[in-house]
Structure formats: structure tokens, C-alpha cells
């Protein structure tokens, strides 16, 4: 079992950058993959950056060349960085972890609570 749990969300301006964390605790290392996926109101969850087991990361093509997704060597720290911020990224996001997949939600073996991040135009 994986535990997730996310912290730097909140509101930023169009043009903003955050920093996202996600502290995982647990058998991090039976996990093959760790990434991040956002929900926005009214639409389904998407995958938005993972980072697999050989450390290659994927990104969403509505992030790419906004950011980055990095994993500590520990496999306990997730970091997910966004830059120019759109009020299209406005949603929840949420950690994942998975043993064999990070890209599709049935995909996903454990979820983090969740952090709001709100772009405002």
C-alpha cells in the first residue's frame, strides 16, 4: 500500500508558475510509476505527468514544455512544476501511483486527497 498526500495549490494569475508536492509513503518501491492528474469542473480525470521506474516522465500534450515532473531518488517525493499557467490548467490535481501503469485512470493502484489549483485570467 502507497500513501499520497499533496500540498502546494492555490490561486495564481494567467502567466503564473506553482510548484506541486506529493509526499509518498509506503511501498513506493513496488510501484512502477508515480504522476499526476487533474480534474476540472464538469470534466472527467486526465493524466497531466508521470515519471516511471527508469525515471523517463510523460506529459500530457496539453502540459508539454510547461512542465516538469521529477521523482526523488528515495521514490518519495514527487514534484510537478507549472509554468505559464492558462485557466484551462484550473482543477483539482491529484498524486497517483501505480504498479505497472501511469498513463490511463483504471491504470491507477492509489490516489492522494487532492489540491484545488485556480487560475484566473
Known amino acids: 500500500q502507497v500513501r499520497l498526500v499533496e500540498s502546494g495549490g492555490g490561486s495564481v494569475q494567467s502567466g503564473g508558475s506553482l510548484t506541486l508536492t506529493c509526499a509518498a509513503s509506503?511501498?513506493?518501491?513496488?510501484?512502477?510509476?508515480l504522476g499526476w492528474y487533474r480534474e476540472a469542473p464538469g470534466n472527467s480525470r486526465e493524466g497531466v505527468a508521470s515519471v516511471g521506474i527508469d525515471g523517463s516522465p510523460w506529459y500530457a500534450d496539453s502540459v508539454k514544455g510547461r512542465a516538469t515532473v521529477s521523482l526523488s531518488s528515495d521514490r518519495r517525493t514527487l514534484t510537478l512544476q507549472l509554468n505559464n499557467l492558462e485557466p484551462e490548467d484550473t482543477g483539482v490535481y491529484y498524486c497517483?501511483?501505480?504498479?505497472?501503469?501511469?498513463?490511463?485512470?483504471?491504470?491507477?493502484?492509489?490516489w492522494g486527497q487532492g489540491t484545488q489549483v485556480t487560475v484566473s485570467s
Open positions: 497517483a501511483s501505480s504498479a505497472w501503469a501511469c498513463t490511463t485512470v483504471p491504470d491507477i493502484w492509489e
Open positions: 509506503g511501498h513506493t518501491s513496488s510501484r512502477y510509476c
